[in-house]
């Protein structure tokens, strides 16, 4: 699909997610310059075992902080709830925030209730709110 451009004329007219308008800039540059990055993003997917084996060496983050920024709104599931397993899909993201949590002793969960997955898209004031409450007060 990315080869023969069939990629670039599908999502012309169609969204990547329901969360993405069709003209939204996120959607345009995927559209536009996916084929670009196509091979990088295959090549990055094989070497998860590897990131996710690495990431199982931490099991604390001590008192630095961590906040976990977590769509909430209905569209999170709206592929999922089709399949049967909205809930199900709920649960599983409760569970990994509830360990996320506990890597640090400063841990915090937002939820973004106007976003889904997409939260830079849909929210992204929520995400440079928080970055701001992270950083140290300037005077």
């Known amino acids: 699909m990315v080869n023969t451009g069939f ?5 012309t007219y169609r969204s990547l ?26 090549l990055e997917q094989k070497q998860d075992r590897y990131n996710l084996h ?17 769509g909430t709104s209905p569209i999170r599931i709206a592929g999922f709830k089709d399949l049967g397993a909205g809930s199900d899909y709920i649960e599983l993201i409760r569970l990994l925030h509830q360990d996320l949590l506990k890597l640090s002793c400063k841990s915090k969960l937002v939820k973004a209730e106007k976003s889904g997955h ?18 140290p007060i300037q005077n």
Do not use: W
């Open 54 to 70: 690495d990431a199982e060496q931490y099991n604390s983050f001590g008192d630095l902080p961590l906040t976990i920024i977590s």
């Open 118 to 135: 997409m939260v830079p898209i849909t929210e992204p004031e929520l995400i440079v709110a928080e970055i701001k409450k992270l950083l």
């Open 17 to 42: 997610s329901a969360e993405v308008p069709v003209g939204h800039p996120f959607q345009v540059h995927q559209r536009d310059y996916f084929y670009k990055s196509c091979a990088a993003t295959l």
């Open 7 to 11: 990629y670039r004329l599908l999502f």
